[in-house]
């Protein structure tokens, strides 16, 4: 089984960041150094170095056929080497070779026609047209937050991906994070999807159909498997999926983006508010169930190729008061219009989620979504802080410090959020105020942060309880109330 390259630099595709800033959920790290998914029918595998990008795929073995009378009388055939142990050599820089062992118990290699036609799907689904460099330039050459912040996120391209798998995905974003997200989409695929192969004892599913969820077992199960309210939304979504004509919701797509195999065709002109076609797709995607304005956007950028969707959530929306003085807040200089000159306390209404995209359209043009989802992922934790939170347990700890005639109490405390604090454009990984932080409380003196400590009365006693509160769209979420003060911050969900 080998490895084939493909040429391209980190500046024109940086796999470790496309594949985990939140746009697809369904691609796992394999190895330390490896991405693999199942999709389009095989499961392939991505690694990469500085000057190329290599893959590999496997084909699901094919179902045996019915035997005639005369090969059921023939001699009996060695067991199938799909067991066997594969050795391969890829060629790295330098011309170093390493062989490795991959166990491959279920599935075949792909003959020569077969990784030709790997290839040309991967440039498809990769989105490889675009120059992505003269992109970064013009988008700096408009905006100087993004000329800043740009240079440490070369390499990030918005995917060509299935607009059922974007839609599901993004349905289940909800209150949600990454992780969790995954672990939703590795189940129903598992579950109700086709098994692909199996590698190294891992095996993979490809994403079901919409007709594959269309029981009225399918919302239960969904709920015993973790979906939690969300399960009613995929499955009224397949559902009305199912009751459209045959491609309804790819007859939604840019026609510059199109299916793979597909010609590609015009998108039309563009306007303030995006392009007509793009309008048009985001008010149908609205009578779907679980879908909201963000998830629109969302499943509008990548998964149909509209490049001037800019999904805008509370995350988002911090970015365009405080870099852009959206509303006049901030610091930036780009200006933005639609805000009531005071954008301190501003709500995300309606109206001004559609001006926050309109200021992104009139600096970036078409391609308004793939600069915002740089700076978005250049504002995200888990690409500054080199890891992505998972999540910690409640915690209280005090030491006591005695400086001459004066006691400092010193507390460590690290806050748990179950289901991510915020759904963000392209959604964030648990993005919380959940690290350990030590403050000092003196005499007539509190520090501000977010957390605000606690006597250590009140820790001996009960130290958390969650209340479950009603959202406005009649969602249950768990906040946290403790018997410290604690400084909350909004949450905000995908639909």
Not at 59 to 88: C, F, G, H, M, Q
Not at 201 to 221: K, R
Not at 284 to 298: F, I, Q
Not at 335 to 351: D, F, I, M, P, Y
């Amino acid at each position: 089984m080998t490895w084939r390259a493909l040429p391209i630099s980190l500046t024109e595709l940086c796999i470790d960041k496309t594949l985990r800033c939140g746009q697809s959920f369904r691609w796992t790290k394999s190895a330390p150094d490896t991405f693999s998914c199942a999709i389009h029918g095989r499961l392939i595998s991505l690694r990469q170095d500085s000057k190329n990008l290599y893959y590999r795929a496997l084909r699901p073995t094919p179902v045996p056929r019915s035997l005639s009378s005369d090969e059921k009388n023939a001699p009996p055939t060695p067991p199938s080497s799909t067991s066997a142990k594969i050795k391969y050599e890829e060629e790295e820089l330098e011309d170093t070779k390493i062989e490795t062992e991959d166990e491959i118990t279920d599935g075949k290699e792909e003959s020569e026609e077969e990784a030709l036609e790997t290839e040309a799907f991967l440039r498809h689904y990769l989105n490889l047209g675009p120059n992505l460099g003269e992109l970064y330039e013009n988008w700096s050459a408009a905006d100087a937050n993004f000329a800043k912040r740009a240079p440490r996120f070369t390499g990030i391209r918005i995917l060509r991906q299935d607009a059922w798998e974007a839609l599901v995905g993004f349905i289940c974003s909800s209150n949600n994070n990454i992780a969790r997200i995954s672990q939703m989409m590795h189940k129903l695929s598992q579950t109700y999807g086709p098994q692909i192969a199996t590698l190294n004892s891992q095996s993979y599913f490809d994403l079901p159909p919409p007709s594959a969820l269309t029981h009225p077992s399918v919302e239960g199960q969904l709920r015993t498997l973790g979906f939690g309210y969300r399960a009613k939304y995929v499955h009224q979504t397949a559902l009305l999926l199912s009751l459209q004509p045959e491609g309804w919701l790819d007859s939604l797509r840019n026609p510059e983006s199109p299916l793979f195999g597909h010609a590609a065709g015009q998108g039309g002109a563009m306007g303030p508010s995006g392009r007509e076609g793009y309008r048009a797709a985001h008010a149908a995607l609205l009578s779907l169930r679980g879908v909201g304005p963000k998830v629109a956007d969302c499943v509008c950028l990548m998964g149909l190729g509209w490049g001037e969707a800019v999904p805008v959530d509370t995350h988002v929306w911090g970015i365009a008061q405080r870099d852009y003085r959206f509303g006049g807040r901030g610091k930036g200089k780009s200006g933005g219009g639609g805000g009531n000159g005071n954008g301190k306390g501003a709500s995300l209404t309606k109206e001004m989620y559609g001006a926050v995209g309109d200021l992104f359209r009139r600096l970036w043009g078409n391609e308004a979504g793939w600069a915002h989802s740089v700076l978005f992922a250049a504002d995200l934790r888990t690409f500054s802080a080199g890891k992505e939170e998972e999540g910690v347990r409640v915690e209280g700890k005090v030491e006591e410090k005695v400086e001459g005639e004066r006691e400092i109490k010193v507390e460590e405390v690290k806050v748990e959020v179950e289901d991510g604090e915020e759904g963000v454009g392209l959604l964030t990984p648990k993005e919380t105020p959940a690290r350990a932080r030590k403050v000092k409380v003196e005499k007539k003196r509190v520090l501000e942060e977010t957390v605000k400590l606690a006597t250590p009365e009140s820790l001996t006693g009960k130290r958390t309880r969650a209340s479950k509160v009603e959202s406005e769209e009649g969602r249950e979420e768990k906040r946290p109330r403790f018997g410290t003060r604690w400084s909350t911050r909004r949450k905000s969900s995908r639909d």
